[in-house]
Structure formats: C-alpha cells, structure tokens
C-alpha cells in the first residue's frame, strides 16, 4: 500500500508560490493519496492573494471533502495538544501556545490519518521526538 500525505502549509505555500515540490505534490495528489488538515486550510485561505486563488482553494478543499479527506481536529486533539506543550515546556522550557497550536493540531491529523507528515520546517522534528516519548510516532519527510 502506498503512503498516504498530509502537507504542511509550507509544502503548499513552495508548490504554488515558487514551483517547488511539484513532482511530489502532483504525484501524491493525482493518485489520491492526499489528506488535507483544515488548520491548514485555514492558513492558506488566510495568505491567498486573489480572488482567484481563493476560488481555487475552494475547489480544492471541497475536493477534500468529497473525498473524505479532508481532516478536522476532533475533541480529543485539543487535549492531545496541551498534554504535548506542557511536556515541551517541562523538556525544552517556555514555549508560548500561540505560536505552536496550529503545528501540533495539524501533526495530530497526520497521526489520526496514518499520514506522512510533509513539511519544509525543521523545528518539526521537535515535536516528533515529543511524540515517540508518549508512545506516538509521527512519520515525518522534512524538505
């Protein structure tokens, strides 16, 4: 069986903006191996520049939907992701909530799905070497 993607807000942001990754976006997308995180959506919707790339989003993410691929962070992962901060904070020290809740939500849908995990920042290995000290393991592809 074939893996399965979920895509980092900065995985999209490459493909569109500066033509990168596009062998690998196109692939996994044509294929039907793409899970798209609503955090994620929220955060390109929140950067798109034109009307037109709004449209083109909305037809993206009703795709998504269509597909049942589309995953949105559930009950539990809000808790999930208090119990991750809090352990990062006690490992590494402060850390404020702001600026990391949108990476962990979208890590956890990577997990609820059974997904790698795309992503071109680095500091996301952080958050995987949290995880697998709770048991959990995030299959994560750094670009």
């Known amino acids: ?5 979920l895509f980092d807000t ?4 490459a493909y569109i903006r500066r033509k990168e990754c596009v ?11 793409v899970v798209l995180s ?10 798109a520049r034109s009307g037109a790339e709004k449209r083109l989003l909305d037809q993206f993410v009703e795709s998504m939907k269509t597909l049942s ?3 949105t962070p559930g ?10 901060m809090e352990r990062f904070t006690r490992f590494r020290g402060h850390a404020r909530i702001r600026d990391h809740f949108r990476d962990i939500l979208v890590i ?3 997990i609820n799905r059974g997904a790698v995990f795309v992503s071109s920042n680095a500091h996301m290995t952080n958050w995987g070497n949290m995880l697998k000290r709770q ?5 994560l592809k750094i670009l």
């Open 23 to 33: 062998e690998l976006v196109d692939r996994a997308t044509e294929s039907g191996r």
């Open 135 to 139: 048991g959990e393991t995030l299959r």
């Open 1 to 5: 069986m074939s893996d399965v993607f």
């Open 38 to 47: 609503s955090v994620v959506a929220m955060e390109l919707y929140a950067g």
């Open 69 to 71: 691929a589309y995953e």
């Open 75 to 84: 009950e539990d992962d809000w808790a999930r992701g208090g119990i991750l």
């Open 108 to 110: 956890l849908a990577a």
């Open 10 to 13: 900065s995985v999209y942001i």
